[in-house]
T-cell receptor, first 115, second 111 residues
């Protein structure tokens, strides 16, 4: 256990559904991240939050909407997704170190399938 | 453009042998990190090496960093079946304030 939990672990949704992914960290960190991992592609950074403020949006389509209500919780709201959005979505957290990125602790991921 | 690229993409060795994976990158970095991922699971941090360091050890793991060649290597000694996983390098490029991951090396340890 890394101290980062994600729910649900598996999610199947239709293209017209709305769902949310949840991430919670119990490590006292103040930076949180969403990554997308598709088959045969490098891990893609989606969003970065430092002290609840979004500091990175890596040109992610608006059908993905992140929310960070506090430093321990991170959500990814999904709506009108496409089949190519099927992937493993990973959440991570770290201690904010300013100009240097510290070790990241990952959750187990949510396996998303869009039909 | 992708920052870190691992080589080889796949590696299969016998249990007890040593495994070496390499990572090359393109820009100056604050640090370079290695992670392991078992199939379909989250990534687990192995070692972080800073740009002013040349070598670090952790148990059976040895990481080297050559900033002049912009490359790093991960050596796993006396491999075990449980070491079977994908291994990723991630670079913290200077000024980027984020990690960029390579495509990974798929390591298989045969009993």
């Amino acid at each position: 256990e890394t101290g980062v939990t994600q729910t649900p672990r598996h999610l199947v949704m239709g293209m017209t559904n709305k769902k949310s992914l949840k991430c919670e960290q119990h490590l006292g960190h103040n930076a949180m991240y969403w990554y997308k991992q598709s088959a045969k592609k490098p891990l893609e950074l989606m969003f970065v939050y430092n002290f609840k403020e979004q500091t990175e949006n890596n040109s992610v389509p608006s059908r993905f909407s992140p929310e960070c209500p506090n430093s321990s919780h991170l959500f990814l709201h999904l709506h009108t997704l496409q089949p190519e959005d099927s992937a493993l979505y990973l959440c991570a957290s770290s201690q904010y170190r300013g100009l240097e990125t510290d070790t990241q602790y990952f959750g187990p991921g949510t396996r998303l399938t869009v039909l | 453009s992708q920052q870190g690229e691992e080589d080889p993409q796949a590696l299969s060795i016998q249990e007890g042998e040593n495994a070496t994976m390499n990572c090359s990158y393109k820009t100056s970095i604050n640090n370079l990190q290695w992670y392991r991922q078992n199939s379909g699971r989250g990534l687990v941090h192995l070692i972080l090496i800073r740009s002013n360091e040349r070598e670090k050890h952790s148990g059976r793991l040895r990481v080297t960093l050559d900033t002049s060649k912009k490359s790093s290597s991960l050596l796993i000694t006396a491999s075990r079946a449980a070491d079977t996983a994908s291994y990723f390098c991630a670079t913290d490029a200077t000024g980027a304030q984020k990690l960029v991951f390579g495509q990974g090396t798929r390591l298989t340890i045969n009993p």
